[in-house]
């Protein structure tokens, strides 16, 4: 189940992910039974005072070694955020996991120091764009990157257009897919696929699917990264706010009507699921969506037998 990750075939229907670790077993098959194409692990070096150690403490970190576990059944898509980290830093991380066998990486950039604590931003990396150069001279076609995309732009970003320009340059210099931040309007999605083909961006961009699971996290998780909720949402979810499970069912309904409709509309043949680590709503969107069949998690082919294949991979 180790391998690299370069273009979505034309029969496969969807990724699944998660941007936390879930850590129990049970959790993890309960998952598996929606048969994911891979399974996205998140760590992150913890905001403090105190300086990141020279020699990173891997032994130490849960989420890699559980990145190690799953890619023996499942192919695993490892968050690196080069904030607070050296070069050298970054290459022991990368050959650690090359060790691991994981072979796709989700390359960013991080918080910058004021959202970050004491954190400090290396100068060999002021971009994810550096960052994706940094892992191809090192390491060649061993990684398949991935890098973030902004449906509704960076927040950042002076305008749209700038934030569109340096994503293609994220993808000039070896991205190979990429994922995007959660949006609650299908048409931003559309809007933002549209004008990446129109300035040459042809990798596969898969859409990032937040479910919500109360009122709570979600303000919380809007705000923070940025992601306005649109008003025809808010109208929907203030009067049950204080009902968790009517809000996460609505969460599900939102995620399986923006899904559907992209598919239908060929504008994706992917999701990415961001799940807080809570399972039943995906297993329940999933299954919304026709998802879970009775077949094991398939790895994703590895680009050269890509090219091999018979099979048409759609690039909008």
Known sequence: ??????????????????????????????????????????????????????????????????????????????????????????????????????????????????????????????????????????????????????????????????????LKEKVDKGASFIITQFFFKAGDFVNFVQWCRRIGITVPIIPGILLIQDYTSLIHISSACSVEVPRSVLDIIEPIKDNREAVRKFGVHLAVEMVSYLFSQNYSNAAHFFTLNRQLSVIETCKCLGFCLLEPARPLMHH????????????L
Not at 5 to 20: C, F, H, M, T
Not at 38 to 59: C, D, E, Y
Not at 304 to 315: A, G, P
């Open 304 to 315: 050269e037998r890509c090219k091999k294949s018979k099979r048409i991979v759609k690039l």
């Open 1 to 166: 189940m180790r391998e690299t990750v370069l273009q979505l075939l034309d029969n496969e229907k969807y990724l699944w992910s998660s941007r936390k670790s879930l850590v129990t077993r049970n959790s993890l098959q309960n998952l598996y039974n929606c048969s994911p194409l891979f399974t996205a692990i998140t760590w992150h070096i913890k905001t403090s005072a105190m300086p990141v150690p020279p020699v990173l403490p891997f032994g130490k970190l849960r989420a890699l070694r559980l990145g190690a576990e799953i890619s023996n059944i499942n192919s695993v898509l490892l968050h690196l955020s080069s904030v607070g980290l050296t070069k050298k830093q970054v290459c022991q991380v990368l050959w650690y996991i090359r060790d691991m066998g994981i072979r796709n990486i989700f390359a960013l950039r991080g918080d910058r120091p004021e959202r970050n604590n004491d954190l400090k931003l290396d100068r060999g990396f002021p971009y994810a764009s550096d960052l994706v150069s940094f892992i191809q001279e090192r390491f060649g076609d061993y990684f398949t990157i991935c890098v973030a995309g902004y449906p509704l732009g960076h927040p950042e970003a002076v305008s749209f257009e700038q934030d569109l320009a340096h």
